[in-house]
């Protein structure tokens, strides 16, 4: 599948901070109803901003909770943090999730960067080199579970890797993902694209068949079209708790249906 055949996609961002759970779940079955094709959290300990000690949830039994809850989106972490877990287990949980959710997971995963999760919960910080390294031993790791998984996934689960790094992350893509989530601006995607395509062409991969991903543009729908022309064709749009602001959310999807019925 080329760029240019591959529909564009609209994610959700439900950040699971500064919220009652009750808040959430509203917000995720507002996210379905606004037409957004998947709904994401991520995976951190505390919040990533105001208050560092307000209310926070953990990200993988949500995902449970929202296999039950929803029904038509696709689901995942933006990203899971490859350190926090064995990756035999993780494999696991993601099956299992996958199951309930009659096969709309999506497996996010990526190196980890914040460095109270590590040290609150007693995990090995490190080095970035080091988180990455680890993250290249667990991929195959998980890609080996879930093959002898019974019952296994109910599809084969779509890994989504986030990052930019051009010697490791993006040659992990190249061989392992099926979706690559970035964060920059045009020019930016364009330089690190042209180099996942070189990783692609040293192990005889088709790039196209790797999904581009990256943050809804603050710079609007405008700035929407210009990444799509760069290749990128998922955006997702962040929110945070308590009150889960949806409101730019009918201009990214009506902005994605057009675009979609001029792709034909």
Known sequence: ???????????????????????????????????????????????LNGDPDGKHYECWTMLGAWAEQTERVEIGALVTGGGYRNPDL??????????????????????????????????????????????????????????VLNPPPVRPIPVLIGGGGERKTLRYVARHASIWHAFGDLSVMQR?????????????????????????????????????????TLFTIGVSGPDYDLSAVAQWVAWRDARNSDRG
């Open 1 to 47: 599948m080329s760029t240019t055949d591959r529909k564009i996609r609209l994610g959700i961002q439900l950040q699971p901070q500064h919220a009652d759970y009750r808040q959430i779940r509203d917000a995720v079955l507002r996210a379905e109803d606004s037409g957004v094709d998947i709904v994401f959290n991520w995976d951190h300990f505390f919040p």
């Open 90 to 147: 993780l494999a696991d949980m993601a099956r299992t999730v996958d199951n309930i959710s009659d096969g709309r997971l999506i497996l996010g995963i990526g190196g980890g960067w914040f460095e109270k999760d590590y040290d609150q919960y007693g995990y090995e910080f490190g080095t970035p080199g080091t988180r990455l390294n680890l993250l290249g031993e667990y991929l195959p790791r998980i890609a080996a579970r879930l093959d």
């Open 192 to 232: 690190k694209s042209a180099i996942l395509t070189e990783h692609c062409a040293s192990i005889g991969r088709d790039p196209a068949e790797i999904e581009h991903s990256t943050s809804a543009p603050r710079g609007g729908t405008g700035a929407g079209d210009q990444l799509v022309d760069a290749g990128v």
